[in-house]
């Protein structure tokens, strides 16, 4: 989207990432913000609007990377909020996720021609046929990775690639703290903003059952991150974390993008 509209405001028709994005700070704010309703950049894609849930196992087939993410509270909130209910999911088996993901892949990005059997085979056929909640969360699962994960990291693999390393670090951590350890699914999308921002020492969530010590932990990792993303602003780097240096994208010799990342997440209590 954001290459059509660089292209449409008068900056190179081909995206790269330095120049492009300049480009685009230059152009006045309030024509960025029209141009994310002018249907000329909406897509089949665009339908559906991103979820950026971090938690779960990323490509559970993939021989080189593992990266957690997961979709479920997209599927709840646009597929079916009964059937999907983060409290009191119905069991789904084998045969149905095939339906439901051709069904939801059919719907949602018909012009993209996924192939949902591809997709069943990577991610739900690995599971017994009486694995029901392994196998609604990799139906989540599937859809949060095609819908934000993969595009998310093709994103920052193309800024680090495309850009000067000296100039351009790209950073990338994961997110897999939730606020519910009762809830079948991953972590809620959009929670790490409001840990950005210290909600837990503004507000206790806690809920019948949640201990002392689990609000304590919110609060560790609250103050983790903002303490992180304080040095990034500052000092163009997020600083070690736990002693250990956070690494940003590098290319090795053979010009392969590693991408290290850190995960946020509780490591106290449940």
């Known amino acids: 989207m954001w290459a059509s509209v660089a292209a449409d405001n008068g900056c190179e028709t081909q995206f790269r990432a330095n120049r492009s994005v300049e480009c685009l700070r230059a152009i006045n704010g309030q024509n960025l913000i029209e141009s994310t309703f002018d249907k000329r950049y909406k897509t089949d894609v665009n339908v559906v609007k991103p979820y950026v849930i971090y938690g779960d196992q990323f490509l559970p087939k993939s021989p080189t990377e ?13 597929v079916n909020a009964q059937k999907y209910s983060p409290t009191n999911g119905h069991n789904l088996t084998k045969s149905e996720a095939r339906l439901e993901l051709a069904n939801i892949f059919g719907r949602f990005f018909p012009a993209l021609g996924v192939d949902a059997d591809d997709v069943y085979r990577l991610y739900v056929q690995q599971y017994a046929d009486n694995d029901y909640p392994a196998i609604r ?23 680090a690639a495309g850009g000067d390393t000296n100039v351009t670090q790209v950073y990338q951590y994961l997110w897999s703290v939730k606020y519910d350890s009762n809830t079948w699914h991953g972590s809620d999308p959009g929670l790490d903003v409001g840990f950005m921002f210290g909600d837990p020492f503004r507000a206790s969530h806690a809920t019948d059952g949640v201990t002392d010590g689990q609000v304590l932990n919110e609060r560790r990792v609250s103050l983790s991150f903002m303490e992180t993303v304080a040095h990034f ?16 994208y590098y290319t090795t010799k053979r010009m392969d993008i590693i991408n290290p990342y850190f995960e946020f997440t509780k490591r106290i209590g449940n």
């Not at 602003?233 to 940003?248: D, T």
């Open 66 to 78: 593992m990266i957690p993410d997961e979709g479920s509270h997209v599927l709840s909130a646009i």
């Open 137 to 159: 969360q990799a139906v989540g699962r599937a859809l949060g990775d095609y819908l934000t994960a993969c595009p998310t990291i093709l994103f920052a693999r193309g800024v």
């Open 233 to 248: 602003a500052r000092y163009g780097n997020p600083g070690p974390q736990e002693g250990v240096e956070w690494q940003s």
